[in-house]
């Protein structure tokens, strides 16, 4: 199948699903078609899944949300760099104070739409830059799977936006 006319059709599953408008059979078929889109995505950004991890939780986009981490020494208020199902990185000034694991605050665009709340664990620390701030990147550890469908959702309409087809 040529390639726009596979992204029109995802589109349209993708569009069913926002509005909660699929049949079971039709929500097993976007599920599939979402994660074949994320691998595919993955892999034109050079990126290698570990074996047996869903593509879907991996795949980022860039996106600038507003962002609340709690460490031991208080909150710090960011905006996220790029986002996933399963994770997120973000520019912070300082040390995160060892704090592996963390709370945080996410929140999603739209003013009716709740901010995503659980805990993350850092997986990489990026060093300080000249300004002091360092890249910091994020694993959930506790989201509900009603946020991380919510946040794949918005994680795909993000990437739909960008493909041009």
């Not at 069913?16 to 889109?37: N, V």
């Not at 892999?43 to 996106?63: D, M």
């Not at 981490?69 to 000034?93: E, H, K, Q, W, Y």
């Amino acid at each position: 199948m040529e390639l726009s006319t596979w992204l029109t059709n995802f589109r349209e599953l993708h569009e069913r699903a926002r509005r909660k408008l699929h049949t079971s059979d039709e929500r097993a078929l976007y599920l599939e078609a979402r994660e074949q889109l994320a691998r595919t995505l993955l892999a034109a950004q050079g990126h290698k899944l570990q074996e047996g991890a869903a593509a879907r939780r991996n795949f980022r986009v860039p996106k600038g949300l507003t962002l609340d981490v709690c460490f031991r020494a208080g909150p710090v208020r960011s905006r996220t760099l790029d986002i996933s199902s399963g994770g997120f990185s973000c520019m912070l000034n300082g040390d995160p104070g060892g704090s592996e694991h963390t709370g945080f605050v996410l929140w999603l665009p739209g003013e009716d739409e709740p901010p995503v709340v659980g805990r993350a664990r850092i997986v990489a620390l990026i060093p300080h830059s000249d300004e002091g701030n360092r890249r910091i990147s994020f694993t959930f550890t506790d989201v509900s799977e009603e946020d991380r469908e919510r946040l794949e959702m918005l994680i795909f309409d993000l990437a739909l936006g960008y493909i041009r087809a």
